[in-house]
């Protein structure tokens, strides 16, 4: 009975949920960036390099035969996925960036001291004037 209050009481930590809403938010966010360099980027880059379609990019090492598909090495799509990958890491450091400036700005706020209470007032103002 302990072990399971243990996993319950890890489980449903305040930390456990915002991880599973940063992976699930990552997990969505690596798709839009795939589609970004599959459908936007690598086809701009294919026309600036001359009309290459980098998906098509494949050594053959075996043709097709009797029915078997061919044996390549698509190397095409190992540069879209080196592209996929910069382009995350490129906008997770900008993200952190921003948090990490944003949390500065927060400790270079100066605080102002906490004003004494009435009590502490009159107590100041009566040994001010027990010195006189």
Same mark, same amino acid.
């Given at each position: 009975?302990?072990?399971?209050?243990?996993?319950k009481?890890?489980?449903v930590?305040g930390n456990?949920v915002?991880?599973?809403v940063?992976? =699930?938010i990552g997990a969505?966010?690596?798709?839009?960036?795939s589609?970004?360099?599959?459908?936007?980027?690598?086809?701009?880059?294919?026309?600036l390099?001359g009309?290459?379609?980098?998906?098509?990019?494949?050594v053959?090492?075996?043709?097709?035969?009797?029915g078997?598909?061919?044996v390549? =090495?698509?190397y095409?799509?190992?540069i879209?996925?080196i592209?996929?990958?910069?382009?995350?890491?490129m906008?997770?450091?900008?993200?952190?960036k921003?948090?990490?400036s944003?949390k500065?700005?927060?400790e270079?706020k100066?605080?102002?001291?906490?004003?004494p209470?009435?009590?502490?007032?009159?107590?100041?103002?009566?040994?001010?004037l027990?010195?006189?």
């Open positions: 009975m302990g072990m399971m209050k243990e996993f009481d890890f489980a930590k456990m915002d991880m599973a940063g992976i =699930i969505a966010f690596g798709k839009i960036v589609s970004l360099v599959k459908d936007v980027i690598m086809p701009a880059v294919g026309v390099v009309g290459v379609n980098f998906s098509d990019l494949a053959v090492l075996k043709e097709a035969q009797d078997v598909a061919a390549t =090495i698509k095409g799509a190992f879209q996925t592209i996929d990958f910069l382009i995350v890491a906008a997770i450091f900008v993200a952190v921003v948090i990490n944003m500065k700005k927060e270079e100066p605080t102002e001291p906490a004003k209470s009435n009590e502490e007032v009159l107590l100041g103002e009566i040994r001010d027990l010195k006189k």
